[in-house]
């Protein structure tokens, strides 16, 4: 699909975004394999949540369907019945790297594939899947299809990532709820921690803890007020869990996703006299980054209303047209802004002054090479900017010139580039807008609506 773009003189109005991505998969794989039926109010429309749903009906779960509110009737841990057949996991790394902590742990072999994108992605779980005592194969050992044979109970492994990942950690605390005794994962820096939160709130042992110097100490309410000084190297965090235990099913109410409200915010912040309000929006302290930066490069952005729903901060976002400047992004606040790079490299394409973006080589590794896809999208808008092996310098200054750009199959580079087309001068195409349906149904209506009022 194809869509064009126009230059708008405002952006006005009061919306809601799609429900978080990250969590509704989370909340619908703790679903399946807890005691009890989990409901959940605000389920992400987008087709990769629904990809995970439909994996689970194939896996014998019953799913509830009904407007925005899901129902899973849990099996638990080890309910889950073998599938007839491949599983297949669409555009979603982070369903099929999630699910294979899960897979692992069972007692029959499942096969997950993917669509082509996401047979080009590493699959960084088969070694620690592997070291617990699960059969892993894949290709090359990291490309899809993976093969699992699962294995009972599972041994408890202390792994270190060698880079930050929360689809990774994730995956080994989810096998380790199938382990004999306690799993431990070490971070070299936080990544989004929903996978932490929410075992917690379906019974599970957790225990984060910073380590330093060898030494370890408790997490507490420090997360915040760290991750908020993140660049440079800090502490290297630990995340364990106890195995063999169960999970109580729970009520989930998911919060509107940061990372689509990301491009809303961008495009109030560089369309002038915009005045924009996101409701309900979650602003976990390790997805938070986005608005950080944009506010340390001059954009109006305000929390208003904010409370706490199932152990997530949710506020409303606001946001005016702003004039912006440079910044560097880079460090560890990295993996906590890592889908928001496409669209923030679109508000430093109209910044004052020049951005530069490193250490965000997992870039690479995502639904397209996304370092690849913004330069050559930003250079076809006539933007000066330079590609780094971990990242890129953009050339601030605005004067972006409507061109046609591609989406590459991408969901968050056809949004960010739709983002550039309100500012650019003359219309911009994007070439496979559809992918936007991945995560933000109704993404361009959304644009259309706050240029009209
Ligand atoms: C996600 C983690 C990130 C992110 C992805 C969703 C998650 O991936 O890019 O969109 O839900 O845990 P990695 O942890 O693989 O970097």
Redesign the pocket.
């Known amino acids: 699909m194809r869509v064009r773009i126009s230059p708008v003189r405002k952006l006005r109005g009061v919306i809601s975004v799609p429900g978080d991505?990250?969590i509704s998969?989370?909340a619908a794989l703790l679903g399946a394999i807890a005691e009890g039926t989990t409901e959940i109010e605000g389920f992400a429309p987008g087709r990769d949540p629904r990809t995970t749903l439909e994996v689970l009906e194939r896996l014998g779960v019953e799913v509830e369907r009904e407007g925005k509110v899901v129902r899973i009737h849990g099996l638990g841990l080890r309910g889950l019945k073998p599938p007839d057949g491949p599983l297949w996991a669409g555009n979603s790394?982070?369903l099929m790297?999630?699910i294979s902590g899960i897979l692992a742990g069972q007692n029959f072999t499942s096969v997950l594939e993917g669509d082509e994108s996401l047979s080009r992605r590493p699959m960084r779980v088969v070694e620690p899947l592997r070291l617990m005592g699960a059969e892993v194969s894949a290709l090359d050992d990291l490309y899809p299809p993976l093969k699992i044979r699962g294995h009972f109970p599972l041994n408890p492994i202390r792994y270190a990532l060698p880079v930050?990942?929360?689809?990774?950690?994730?995956a080994i605390l989810l096998a380790g709820l199938y382990a004999e005794g306690r799993t431990s994962v070490e971070e070299p820096a936080p990544?989004?921690d929903?996978?932490e939160r929410m075992l917690e709130a379906f019974g599970a042992e957790v225990e984060r803890r910073w380590i330093r110097q060898g030494r370890s100490e408790d997490l507490g309410e420090e997360l915040d007020r760290r991750l908020r000084r993140a660049e440079g190297g800090g502490p290297r965090v630990q995340v364990s869990v106890e195995g063999t235990g169960k999970l109580e099913a729970s009520k989930v109410v998911v919060p509107g996703d940061i990372?689509s409200a990301a491009f809303l915010l961008v495009a109030g912040a560089i369309v002038p006299k915009s005045h924009i309000r996101i409701k309900d929006v979650g602003l976990n302290p390790t997805r938070r980054a986005v608005v950080d930066v944009l506010r340390r490069m001059g954009a109006e952005v305000r929390t208003e209303e904010g409370r706490m729903i199932c152990g997530e901060p949710i506020v409303d976002l606001v946001v005016r047209g702003s004039e912006l400047k440079g910044t560097r992004i880079a460090g560890s606040v990295i993996?906590n802004l890592?889908?928001e790079i496409p669209v923030l490299a679109v508000a430093a394409a109209c910044a004052d002054g020049e951005t530069v973006i490193r250490d965000a080589e997992?870039l690479r590794?995502?639904e397209t090479d996304r370092i690849r896809a913004v330069v050559e999208n930003l250079r076809r808008m006539g933007v000066k900017v330079g590609e780094l092996r971990d990242g890129m310098v953009i050339g601030g200054g605005g004067n972006l010139r409507g061109a046609t750009v591609e989406s590459f199959g991408d969901h968050r580079i056809a949004m960010a580039f739709a983002v550039a087309g309100l500012v650019a001068e003359g219309e911009t195409v994007i070439e496979g807008a559809e992918w936007a349906d991945i995560s933000f149904p109704g993404f361009f209506r959304t644009l259309e609506d706050l240029s009209r009022r």
């Open positions: 991505k990250s998969h989370r790394g982070t790297k999630l930050p990942s929360a689809t990774v950690k994730s990544s989004r929903h996978t990372s993996p890592i889908d997992e590794a995502k």
